[in-house]
């Protein structure tokens, strides 16, 4: 199976691909150039446009995770005060009442 390959690497192929295929249109006879340049460049502004839109996404995935990532951490840091360690009481949770627990009254 092959690796999966990242959009961009995939968007990069294409263009080592179309800096390949450029130099060639530019041998063919005019009429056939005049007909194929503007695909060409289409196709150029297309995948700048996905380029950037990738990286875009890209980003926005990224602080996504990161933020995810902080409220993961967040929750773990005070469930472990609060419920993992009997010796480390959390000040926003008191702990319950079971084998361990000191008693909190309210």
């Excluded at 294409?14 to 130099?23: A, G, K």
């Excluded at 007909?35 to 602080?63: C, I, M, Y």
């Excluded at 469930?79 to 926003?92: A, D, P, Y």
Aim: no cysteine; proline share 7%; aromatic share 4%.
């Amino acid at each position: 199976s092959a690796p999966s390959r990242e959009p961009k690497d995939e968007l990069s192929a294409l263009e080592v691909r179309l800096s390949e295929i450029t130099p060639l249109v530019q041998q063919l006879p005019e009429q056939v150039k005049a007909g194929v340049t503007p695909h060409l460049e289409d196709f150029s502004r297309l995948s700048q446009k996905l380029l950037a839109l990738v990286d875009v996404n890209h980003q926005e995935v990224l602080a996504q995770i990161q933020r995810h990532g902080r409220t993961l951490e967040s929750t773990m840091t005070s469930s472990q005060q609060g419920m993992f360690h009997s010796t480390n009481f959390s000040h926003e949770e008191p702990p319950r009442g079971s084998g361990g627990w000191k008693l909190v009254k309210m």
